[in-house]
């Protein structure tokens, strides 16, 4: 039950609903994936709403899809998801900010809407009915700072439970994924990660189609690895070919391989699982997370941008070198390692040719001004780099009309200058 405060106005049992989130978070450390929209739910009754419901970004991230709940239509109905470019939900999302939505009517119930995150790489957003707009009129109120722990518990259990069933991988799918990108998202890491040393933010498209590009990256201590990949082809055979190269460099990475010997161990192991008949571009990075040091392998890849003040600098240039498995390479001569020392804010971009080199449906390519100019806009915008992933995204789609004739990935990582190294 609630409270009454002096004034009249409602506030929270915070005795219960300390309980209750203590109880969200011993259940859903044990839940079903099905089962957390009625725990959450159920949470958040305690915390003196009416109703709350979650909604998954889909793989294009331009909808967030509910997740059936208690009180939602029955399965057979398919939830109408929510379009991030023109609703409040969808402005939350871009904006990592927590907003409430109250209608017209004097006294009516209120909306919140909450991020929810793995860390920093965004599941979606969390909406609160409250049954009266003065609980959350103050940030700092109780019930705020309740729901904001309620969100924070929720998207932790959504990254947790994931793992154990398919209703909340479904729910961010609104066209089927080919088998080809169903292996490639297999592969992924969290397409964005942020912390005070470093931040790393992915794209690929076509997203439910997607087969032959794949990007990854590893952060460690004082150090992050990334790596991207263009794999000859398209379809299965293409998606095959990233398993193994993604494969080979997690294994040299993991074995504590020196950048020359990682990209020797991915070009023998597609050689010998191809036998050079397939072939993948790639770019294999270093940067010192305490220094801004950067090292990087370029095999036959588009070379990477350094971007200084929303501007480009240059191009990232090594010498020519052939392409990971293609069998024509002296297994004994060294890679070549480009080397760039980097300045507080810098961003480094990464890309495949798809990115910049796909036509639109007149002709006119995307191009790397086009792509640079979108980041600068972005990061002149004081967005995060996730965000300026996505809108860089949508924009790549839009050129070629929804169509892409060959992946598209990108991977951007931004270096904020020494800090904590712990």
Do not use: C, K
Request: charged share 20%.
């Amino acid at each position: 039950m609630s409270e009454v405060d002096p004034a009249g106005a409602s506030s929270v049992d915070m005795a219960r609903a300390e309980r209750a989130l203590d109880d969200l978070l011993d259940r859903g450390g044990a839940a079903a994936p099905h089962q957390l929209p009625r725990l959450v739910d159920d949470a958040a009754l305690a915390l003196g709403a009416v109703a709350a419901v979650i909604h998954l970004v889909d793989l294009q991230q331009v909808a967030l899809t509910p997740l059936p709940g208690p009180r939602q239509p029955p399965a057979t109905q398919r939830p109408t998801p929510l379009a991030i470019d023109s609703t409040i939900a969808g402005r939350v999302y871009q904006h990592d900010e927590v907003i409430a939505q109250a209608t017209s009517d004097a006294g009516a119930p209120v909306t919140v809407w909450l991020p929810l995150r793995d860390g920093a790489d965004r599941l979606g957003v969390l909406a609160v009915a409250l049954p009266e707009p003065s609980l959350v009129e103050d940030a700092d109120s109780p019930t705020s700072r309740l729901l904001r722990r309620l969100a924070a518990i929720t998207g932790d259990l959504i990254a947790q439970r994931s793992r154990y069933g398919d209703s909340i991988i479904a729910a961010t799918r609104t066209t089927e994924v080919t088998l080809a990108a169903e292996i490639q998202w297999g592969l992924l890491p969290p397409l964005t990660f942020e912390s005070t040393q470093v931040a790393v933010a992915g794209l690929l498209e076509p997203a439910y189609d997607v087969a032959g590009d794949s990007i990854d990256y590893a952060v460690d201590p004082g150090v992050v690895h990334l790596a991207i990949f263009d794999g000859m082809g398209h379809g299965l055979r293409s998606a095959q070919l990233a398993i193994l190269a993604m494969s080979a460099y997690r294994n040299a990475r993991r074995s504590g391989r020196s950048l020359t010997t990682t990209a020797s161990d991915v070009d023998q192991a597609v050689e010998a699982g191809f036998g050079g008949e397939a072939y993948t571009t790639s770019v294999l990075a270093q940067l010192d997370t305490d220094t801004g040091y950067l090292r990087w392998v370029n095999a036959g890849h588009p070379e990477p941008l350094l971007l200084r003040g929303g501007a480009l600098v240059r191009s990232l240039h090594t010498g020519p070198d052939l392409p990971f498995g293609i069998g024509l390479r002296e297994s004994d001569a060294p890679y070549e390692v480009g080397s760039e020392q980097l300045q507080p804010g810098d961003h480094v971009l990464f890309y495949t040719d798809g990115v910049v080199e796909g036509h639109a449906p007149g002709g006119e390519q995307f191009g790397v001004e086009r792509l640079v100019d979108l980041l600068a806009r972005n990061v002149a915008d004081n967005l995060s780099a996730a965000e300026s992933m996505r809108r860089v995204g949508r924009a790549l789609v839009a050129h070629h009309s929804a169509h892409l004739a060959d992946d598209a990935s990108i991977l951007l990582v931004h270096w904020p200058g020494p800090g904590d190294g712990q």
